[in-house]
């Protein structure tokens, strides 16, 4: 069985000699849940019964924590919703319209 804990810890080359290498696992600073490194994404619980397949947003969750939870208790899907910003850049030759991410709130 494999730990959830070790799943999530992203894993760190380290060269042994020169023409192995081994991976071992890295731990980061622990997070509290209000810190998650979500990507600025808003959770939210799908409606129940949802209509011919088109995105049914029901109630807001604070994290991706407590979505996961409460969709699993609840047997229900849920969307992480990115926002974003459109930022015009006409100061080059090739114009180009960048992004730019919207803190949700």
Known sequence: MTNTADAL???RVVR????HRAATRTRGAPTSSGEESD???RFFLAK???ND???ALDREVANESEVLVEALRLGVIFYPVQEFRVIPDFSRRRRQLNKEA???G
């Open 9 to 11: 810890t992203p894993l």
């Open 102 to 104: 919207v803190r949700g």
């Open 53 to 55: 397949g088109l995105p």
């Open 16 to 19: 042994t000699d020169g023409n």
């Open 48 to 50: 129940p019964g949802g």
């Open 39 to 41: 990507g600025g994404a």
